[in-house]
């Protein structure tokens, strides 16, 4: 009799935990999307605040009623915050629960974790190792896309004490990683931005200044880099003018003024964010 | 909403928390706009949330650019041009590549926390200040906001002012709109003292 009064509270109560548990992940799946959509649109504190509502709400998911999918939204978002021993915990977590692909993607925020420390630690060859794995051989694209970024930068940083002849020999090996990334994704706008950079180190400014407006096309993952390729397109285009014979010079000034009107600029050379 | 109404709301609010903060209104940028954000979302844990507050949150640009292009960045802005105008009729690249890393980020980036934060040099154009300090002062910046955050009364202020702001639609502006307002209102430091670069 008392188990009989009793179960029709209890199912009650398991209906409401459920309908929680899923307003929980419901939720964190939204923020996580929203975080998403705000991070490309360069709206970085929105982004920031939808990744870590995301956060908190798969948290509560995964405590109420542990799923691959509440993990997995924790461990992107986490990884989307730079929090890679958390996202590592998470995807593991998830890949126990039948996420597939957790094991891998824990493995790969682990090794960006540990590239991490080695670089606040100053130990930059170990950590250019490690992010010479990861974009070999990740999938995981967060991973991938700081790991590319982090070792062009050391690489270009460690190439300006170099000799020329070696210093156009390492250049050029990282220009052809880049090509690669690109084989595997082309529309991604970091890669471009890259090449645009490691470009611009070994003088072949022409393509430093295409790979930048593919850049720009097809969207950069920061305002400050945006920011910084703008200023690398500019720089391009002013030397290419300066150095091309007249006919190539006012195709080059046509091109560069019909893009400077698509992206809302001043004019051909200042971008609409310059204040000066 | 009218935007003089949200930034007549910021700007009550500056003058409110910079007896928090004496001599250190450049602190009160990173403090207000992370309030912005979060008062817009009516979060409970509101004061835990802006401590854990990253203040460069954006993935890295690359830092590393070859000699001509920091020689460009110098020839292009007039009044930096006319500061280091001996390093560039020498091309004296170490002292200009020795400067960029403080300068680039502030005026070639348009970076807002720094330019809230250097904003009495870059009124000066005391751009060698930038480069002795940019190291200290931004390490700084998140310490010297922990003997403020300790007191509730400075919560308090900071709720209100971003309430306000809120209620008034705060949500609708930009990012860097909103990121603009806090940084005009806000006035230099008085005086700092000198500093030391770390690695020097």
Request: proline share 4%; aromatic share 10%; with cysteine.
């Amino acid at each position: 009799m008392i188990a009989r009064r009793l179960r029709v509270p209890a199912l009650f109560l398991a209906v409401a935990l459920s309908a929680a548990c899923l307003t929980h992940l419901g939720r964190a799946k939204r923020h996580y999307a929203e975080g998403q959509d705000q991070s490309r649109a360069f709206q970085t504190g929105q982004a920031v605040a939808h990744w870590k509502t995301a956060l908190d709400e798969a948290a509560k998911s995964g405590r109420r009623r542990p799923s691959a999918q509440a993990f997995t939204v924790k461990g992107l978002a986490e990884a989307n915050l730079g929090l890679w021993r958390e996202a590592e915990a998470s995807f593991l977590k998830a890949f126990s629960l039948g996420f597939d692909e957790g094991e891998a993607w824990a493995s790969d925020s682990a090794l960006a974790g540990l590239a991490a420390s080695f670089e606040e630690l100053d130990l930059e060859a170990p950590a250019l190792r490690i992010y010479g794995q990861l974009v070999d051989r990740s999938d995981f694209r967060p991973a991938l896309m700081i790991a590319a970024g982090r070792r062009t930068d050391l690489i270009l940083a460690r190439s300006a004490g170099l000799d020329p002849g070696e210093k156009t020999r390492a250049l050029a090996a990282l220009a052809k990683s880049l090509d690669r990334l690109l084989d595997r994704d082309f529309a991604c706008g970091l890669y471009h931005y890259l090449h645009a950079q490691v470009d611009g180190h070994l003088g072949d400014l022409r393509r430093s200044y295409e790979e930048a407006v593919m850049a720009r096309e097809l969207g950069l993952p920061s305002e400050k880099i945006e920011r910084d390729n703008d200023n690398q397109l500019v720089y391009c285009y002013v030397r290419l003018k300066d150095s091309l014979p007249p006919a190539d010079r006012d195709a080059l000034a046509a091109a560069q003024a019909r893009w400077a009107s698509k992206w809302g600029w001043r004019d051909d050379r200042t971008p609409a964010w310059k204040k000066e | 909403m009218s935007k003089k109404d949200i930034e007549a709301a910021l700007a009550r609010g500056v003058d409110l928390l910079e007896k928090f903060l004496p001599l250190k209104s450049w602190l009160l940028f990173p403090v207000l706009y992370s309030a912005c954000v979060w008062a817009v979302r009516r979060v409970f844990d509101y004061r835990e949330r802006i401590l854990a507050w990253q203040v460069w949150l954006d993935p890295d640009f690359v830092r590393t650019k070859p000699d001509d292009f920091i020689l460009a960045f110098f020839c292009g802005n007039e009044a930096l041009g006319r500061e280091y105008a001996q390093e560039i009729a020498r091309e004296d690249l170490r002292a200009l590549r020795a400067a960029f890393p403080a300068l680039y980020p502030v005026l070639g980036l348009e970076d807002a926390f720094l330019k809230a934060l250097f904003k009495a040099e870059i009124d000066g154009a005391d751009y060698r200040v930038i480069v002795v300090e940019f190291a200290s002062r931004t390490a700084k910046a998140r310490d010297d906001l922990r003997p403020a955050a300790a007191d509730p009364e400075f919560w308090k202020a900071l709720f209100f002012v971003t309430a306000e702001a809120a209620a008034l639609g705060l949500h609708l502006l930009k990012d860097e709109e909103v990121q603009d307002m806090i940084v005009g209102l806000i006035k230099g430091p008085v005086s700092l003292g000198p500093t030391v670069p770390p690695e020097a």
